[in-house]
Nanobody, 124 residues
Framework: QAQLVESGGGLVQAGGSLRLSCAAS????????MGWFRQAPGKERELVAA????????YYPDSMKGRFTISRDNDKNTVSLQMNSLKPEDTAVYYC?????????????????WGQGTQVTVSS
């Protein structure tokens, strides 16, 4: 069964960095677009970053540009999210997702496989 498992979350002080990883198993995800989403308590799930199957195309919402970097290693079936200059408002559960790709901009509906999420807490 295809599975996505996130790791690397935790507690970090404001201004710090974390690197999240997502390991895919059960099948190869090398032909899938991959994305990172997050959901804070009481808020809707939002896109953090997405990357095409080849890795050549990436997408960041304007609010995420500059501090987040998505990357993938298709040989290892993994995707990562480097998060720098973290702020308390970045506190959320971060989810890895796989899908067929996106149109003008990625949305949650473009991704059919999801991990269980990893908690990121940024203290002030």
């Amino acid at each position: 069964q295809a599975q996505l498992v996130e790791s690397g979350g935790g507690l970090v002080q404001a201004g710090g960095s974390l690197r999240l990883s997502c390991a895919a198993s059960g099948r190869t995800f090398s032909r899938d677009a991959m994305g990172w989403f997050r959901q804070a308590p009481g808020k809707e799930r939002e896109l953090v970053a997405a990357i095409s199957w080849s890795g050549y195309s990436t997408y960041y919402p304007d609010s995420m540009k500059g501090r987040f970097t998505i990357s993938r290693d298709n040989d290892k079936n993994t995707v990562s999210l480097q998060m720098n200059s973290l702020k308390p408002e970045d506190t959320a559960v971060y989810y890895c997702a796989a899908g067929r790709g996106w149109g003008a901009s990625p949305t949650a509906a473009d991704f059919g496989s999801w991990g269980q999420g990893t908690q990121v807490t940024v203290s002030s």
